[in-house]
């Protein structure tokens, strides 16, 4: 396939993420004004707020079948949206999502099916999975994953810094002299 053709099947498969996400927003959107709606109006009806429940269990099951379905095209974009908002992406870092966390999966994945198939792998059968990579795929795997380490450790020394620096920076150079010198102890 040519460069191009990967690139426009890497769009394809983006976008199919995107909308995904977006129709799950949407579909988000709609449940939860129903679930309103019905505990507004039928609050003494828990036969029929129990379907409402069960309707939208039933849609992110939907939703969940969708991703894994699109996760086996496109892993990365699974793993790391790219639709997600600057917010949403800090969160994610935050909470240890990480590009390193990929290729530590990768790792746990190559043993794993190397474990599971070891007599086979010994007689040398091949599966065509992870647990059949090369030496050099893997030396070329570690060496992406020392890269990848050294610039997140760039990226959270910078986050360090930045937030070293916004712990001992007068905050009070901001607010307008009318709120700084006002007393707000009754708040």
Same mark, same amino acid.
Request: charged residues 15%; proline residues 3%.
């Given at each position: ?10 769009? !394809? ?18 449940? *939860? %004004? /129903? ?5 507004? %109006? ?18 992110? /099951? ?17 793993? !790391? ?6 917010? /949403? %992406?800090? #969160? ?23 474990? !599971?198939? *070891? ?32 610039? /997140?450790? @760039? ?21 307008? @002299?009318?709120?700084? #010198? !006002? ?5």
């Amino acid at each position: 396939m040519l460069a191009s053709q990967l690139h426009i099947c890497d769009m !394809a498969n983006h976008q199919q993420f995107q909308s995904c996400y977006h129709n799950w927003m949407a579909q988000q959107r709609l449940d *939860l %004004n /129903e679930l309103l709606q019905a505990l507004t %109006n039928f609050p003494t009806e828990p036969d029929y707020l129990q379907l409402i429940v069960k309707k939208h269990i039933n849609h992110y /099951e939907y939703y969940l079948a969708a991703r894994a379905l699109l996760a086996k095209r496109d892993g990365p974009s699974f793993l !790391a949206p790219t639709w997600g908002t600057t917010f /949403e %992406n800090s #969160s994610l870092w935050i909470g240890g999502c990480r590009p390193s966390l990929i290729i530590r999966l990768v790792y746990v994945m190559c043993g794993y099916q190397q474990n !599971a198939h *070891l007599a086979e792998f010994l007689d040398g059968v091949t599966r065509g999975n992870l647990g059949d990579i090369s030496s050099s795929q893997l030396t070329s795997i570690d060496a992406l994953h020392a890269k990848t380490i050294k610039e /997140e450790d @760039k990226l959270t020394s910078t986050f360090a810094s930045l937030q070293a620096y916004n712990t001992t920076y007068n905050i009070t150079s901001y607010v307008p @002299k009318v709120f700084a #010198s !006002a007393d707000l102890s009754h708040y």
